[in-house]
């Protein structure tokens, strides 16, 4: 939602002055250890920043990469995303080959420069500078250079290294100010820290650091913090067009937020009309919530539009009503209108959206935010509003905005709050399935699994394909060595923990394992746990579940009278801090049940404890092989 321009700190620079007979940066000069995992090397990279004033900046950035193989074949190309308040200029460039002899100049001329719309804006001043060297004989090195005039000082570019099989033999991170201008910057994970020092009249701090060997992202890695090198910054106080603010304190940046929103919440009489006449037979005020955000839903959809300001600001809220589309900010704006002509009091908030999403930093005010919804505090609970999604039902957040701080808009008393988390009871499937022998080769099931809260966010993807698309996933997701899906149906139940029922019915074939005279009857039908993560030696990094999760699973097994039951495994108990699994099996007559509980914790683990987490998971794997041994 920020108009922000991206600023990578693996952008592309380098204006070099020498002759092409000059050797530079030949690729036998780098030390080789930071070719091990590599697939770039950065040379040199240089990020200075130097701050005129609360209103304006100038970024300059130099790159060199030597690009190994086709691996890093993207980091050959030059790319700058821009608009109107962060103008580029000054782009040189240079390519090399391995030797280190100049091949080729970047001419302006063959930069292409066009609009930076993404899939679902209908318009954006966002652009994208682009230079392809058309030259992919690897080893090569490119060297690139641009600066960058900023007219806000909202946003300010990081020092990152945070890019998968790249090293670092040269980077240095320089920022200058306006003696005893006020600004804030956190470091993470430097060996050296900031190094301070005046200049005519000019704070400056300098960063630097060498030979950083190539990274490879762990997998289950926290959320929280970056495990790689980076200094950020933040304003005290900073200008963005014809708005001051500061983003000192949340309290601050929520301040600015408000001034942005204010008066945009006027509603034409006749809508406020039609929510009074729609909520007036309410009994309470969730079902006012309720009846307001459906029809929100059914009134608006989601077209973003990013325009100066505009990458912050919402439209007012008679504009969206007219035109009955709005970006995640002004179709929040416009619910919080709504909530208001039915005598709700709403808050817009701003979140860092995403599955995966980073955390936050609570200690670091900044906008990292890249997404709005609405925040509704009733008297015995709080209901999040995701208003850019025309299918969701009402207070369901999912896990795109899920457990997380986010900045509540209340002009003076703006403040940081948490939205819901969904415990292992409200991320669960439970299944129930009954499955008949016909003989040793053949057999019937039926099934119904009910997906509940977020495991109900697989399912929609089936809830809303064609009947044909549908058959396809749902036959995809069997794992059964031979079958025939008889018919299906999915059933949806929207409520604030939403859930969706699957209900199959098919037929099989070989499913038993013979062996002679004795069958073995694998006992879990359709869930096994097969996806265990990879191995990795000597991590380095905290280990993350992020949310709770839970499955519970009931097979009921008829047995033809001829079947007699010869061995039972014993009941399965792995519990540990990752989470717990309970299997068991029952006989009566020619009736097996089996039951299977698996529940996985939320948590941060230190590294050492992933070899921990993997064997706890194939434990499991190896419980669920579980089998009975009948003889026929």
Avoid at 93 to 106: F, T, V
Avoid at 195 to 210: A, F, I, M, P, R
Avoid at 264 to 290: G, N, Y
Wanted: net charge neutral.
């Amino acid at each position: 939602m920020n108009k922000k321009v991206v600023f990578f700190s693996s952008l592309f620079f380098l204006s070099l002055v020498t002759s092409a007979k000059d050797i530079l940066y030949p690729v036998s000069d780098i030390p080789p250890a930071l070719l091990e995992n590599a697939h770039t090397v950065i040379r040199d990279f240089k990020l200075d920043v130097e701050i005129k004033s609360e209103n304006s900046a100038k970024v300059s950035v130099t790159e060199v990469r030597t690009v190994l193989n086709k691996n890093g074949e993207r980091n050959v190309f030059f790319m700058a995303l821009y608009n109107k308040m962060n103008r580029i200029s000054n782009i040189k460039g240079k390519i090399y080959n391995s030797e280190g002899k100049q091949i080729k100049s970047l001419n302006i001329d063959d930069v292409i420069d066009h609009s930076y719309i993404n899939g679902f804006s209908l318009y954006e001043d966002n652009r994208v500078k682009f230079y392809d060297p058309k030259y992919l004989t690897y080893p090569l090195t490119v060297a690139y250079s641009y600066d960058i005039d900023m007219k806000q000082t909202l946003f300010f570019p990081e020092w990152s290294h945070d890019r998968e099989y790249t090293s670092y033999e040269n980077s240095s991170f320089v920022v200058m100010a306006p003696a005893g201008y006020s600004f804030r910057y956190k470091e993470f994970n430097l060996i050296k820290k900031a190094v301070k020092s005046q200049l005519e009249n000019k704070d400056q701090y300098t960063w630097t650091l060498t030979n950083l060997k190539a990274r490879k992202d762990e997998l289950m890695a926290s959320v929280s913090s970056p495990d790689y090198p980076l200094v950020r910054l933040a304003p005290t106080n900073f200008v963005v067009e014809d708005t001051k603010g500061s983003a000192e304190t949340w309290n601050n940046l929520g301040s600015w937020v408000t001034g942005l929103i204010d008066n945009k919440d006027v509603l034409p009489e006749s809508t406020q009309a039609k929510i009074k006449e729609l909520t007036d037979s309410c009994k309470t005020d969730l079902d006012k919530v309720k009846a307001v955000y459906e029809f929100m839903q059914q009134k608006t959809r989601y077209v973003s539009i990013q325009v100066g300001i505009g990458g912050w600001q919402p439209f007012d809220a008679i504009t969206v009503d007219k035109t009955s589309y709005g970006d995640c900010k002004a179709l929040s704006n416009y619910t919080k209108a709504l909530l208001s002509s039915a005598g709700i009091k709403s808050f817009y908030t701003l979140v860092n959206a995403g599955t995966s999403a980073d955390l936050i930093d609570t200690t670091f005010p900044s906008s990292y935010f890249n997404h709005a919804i609405v925040c509704v505090p009733l008297t015995n609970d709080t209901v999040w509003l995701e208003c850019t999604n025309q299918r969701l039902p009402c207070g369901y957040n999912s896990d795109f905005t899920d457990d997380r701080e986010v900045l509540l808009i209340d002009g003076a008393n703006s403040k940081l709050v948490h939205t819901r988390i969904y415990p292992s009871t409200e991320n669960c499937i439970n299944r129930n399935t009954h499955v008949s022998l016909v003989d040793i080769e053949s057999g019937r099931a039926s099934s119904t699994a009910h997906y509940i809260g977020l495991s109900y966010d697989q399912m929609i993807p089936v809830l809303y394909a064609d009947d044909a698309n549908k058959l396809k996933i749902i036959t995809q997701s069997i794992e059964l060595p031979s079958f025939s899906l008889i018919q299906f149906s999915i059933t949806e139940n929207r409520s604030k923990t939403p859930s969706i029922d699957q209900r199959l019915e098919l037929t099989f074939n070989n499913y038993i394992r013979k062996m002679g005279s004795i069958a073995l009857l694998p006992l879990n039908f359709m869930n096994k746990l097969t996806s265990i993560p990879d191995k990795v030696r000597n991590r380095k990094t905290e280990m993350c579940i992020r949310r709770a999760y839970m499955e519970n699973d009931t097979v009921v097994f008829e047995l033809p009278k001829e079947f007699q039951v010869t061995d039972i495994p014993s009941k399965s108990e792995i519990e540990g801090k990752f989470g717990k699994y309970r299997a068991s099996t029952l006989q009566v007559g020619s009736t097996i049940t089996y039951y299977r509980h698996f529940e996985l914790f939320k948590g941060t683990f230190p590294a050492e404890a992933y070899s921990e987490y993997r064997d706890f998971l194939e434990q499991i794997a190896t419980a669920d092989e579980a089998v009975v041994c009948l003889k026929y």
